[in-house]
Structure formats: structure tokens, C-alpha cells
């Protein structure tokens, strides 16, 4: 291992406690949402995705292990349609569970993605699952963890499928948003000589930060915090 990936690696150990920050439901937006009617909805929305580290970084993976544009599209695609089924399904019918337990295993989910970009199956002499239907089933559960946030708000009996549903359309927004620069940077680095090196910084740092991430979790669940 070189030097330059040992301090990324360092890196990676020192700020993801911060990430389990990212984009826990604060008084401030529910202010928004109290004050600014539906188009709030789609700004916290859009607000939560932009901020929500654990769902960008499994984006990233899977982005990193594909190469033409159809497949991204196609990836993106059917985890956009698993997460919107569980978003507004479980929001609508009610279903959560305990927010630290489901966003621990998002958090297996980067980890999961930087294991196989790293050959990890193969090492193991294992066969990898298909990763069309393991995206669809993450898509589900981060969806779940998006549904356990918009809960955890008071948004009331009025008009609350359009709310579930403009909150949706905000993480929507976001995500794309969000994979404009990612996908710009990955197809911009796969052009230099030095994306081998940069491909296993980077799912190394999915590898860490999942295992961080799901740590921080399972404390915050055992203790209460």
C-alpha cells in the first residue's frame, strides 16, 4: 500500500464520525417544512439527499464499477425506483423501524460496493451476487432509511401524500444533482493514467467508511444517542 493511500485511509478514519452528522432531522427543518408548504418539502428533500453522505458514497461505488453511460443509467435507475417504493410506501402505510439499525445497514451497503469493486469475491474465490438486483435491493433499504427521516417529522394529516410525495421529488432532485459532479469526476479521472491508483483509493475509503459508519450507528443505537 503507498504512502498517498495510507493518509487517504487516515483521512477516511478521522472524519467519518462526522458523516453520521450528515443529514440527521434537525429543528430547523422542520421550521421549513412548517412555514413553506409542499415546495418545502422538495427542498428538505433535496436538502437530505445533497447532505446524505451514506447514500452518495454508495452511488459512487457503483458508479466506479461501471464504465458507458447506459449502465449508469440503467444502475441509477432501478436504485431510484427501489428507494421511491419504500420512501413513500412505508411513509404512507406508516412502516419504520429504528433509524440507527436501518442506516447501519446503508452503511454495510458502501461497504458491501467497495468490497466488490476491490475484487473482494474473487479473492475469496466467491461468486458475486448480480449487481442489478443487489442495487435494487439497497435501493429499497435506502429508500426505508429516507422514509424513517421523513417520518421522524411532524408533517401532519393534511395534504400528506402530496407532502411524501414532493419530499420524493426533493431527493430526486438532489440526487441528481449530486451525481452531475460525481460521474463528471469518474468519467474525467478514468483518462489519466493515474485512475488505478485513484480507483483503489477511493473504494478503499467506501471499504473504511462503511465500517465506520456502521460502527457509529450501532453505538448510537445501544446508547440511545
Known sequence: MSARLKQVLLLVLLFVPLLGFAHDVTSADQEILR???????IRVGATHMLTGYDHLLFLTGVIFFLKGFKDILIFITVFTIGHCITLIGATYAGITAN?????????????????????????????????????GLFGLIH???????????????????????????????????????????????????????????????????????????LYGYFTGH
Request: glycine share 10%; with cysteine.
Open 35 to 41: 412555514n413553506g408548504g409542499l415546495l418545502a418539502y
Open 99 to 135: 433509524e440507527h439499525l436501518v442506516d447501519a445497514v446503508i452503511a454495510l451497503s458502501v461497504l458491501y460496493k467497495g468490497f466488490e469493486n476491490l475484487g473482494g469475491f474473487e479473492k475469496l474465490k466467491v461468486k458475486s451476487p448480480n449487481l442489478l438486483l443487489m442495487v
Open 143 to 217: 429508500g426505508f432509511g429516507l422514509s424513517t427521516r421523513l417520518q421522524s417529522f411532524d408533517i401532519g394529516k393534511e395534504q400528506f401524500l402530496a407532502k411524501i410525495l414532493c419530499f420524493n421529488l426533493g431527493v430526486e432532485v438532489g440526487q441528481i444533482l449530486a451525481l452531475i459532479p460525481i460521474v463528471f469526476i469518474i468519467t474525467l479521472s478514468r483518462k489519466h493514467k493515474q485512475f488505478p491508483a485513484f480507483y483503489q483509493a477511493v473504494n478503499w475509503y467506501l471499504v473504511l467508511a462503511g465500517i465506520g459508519l456502521f460502527a457509529y450507528q
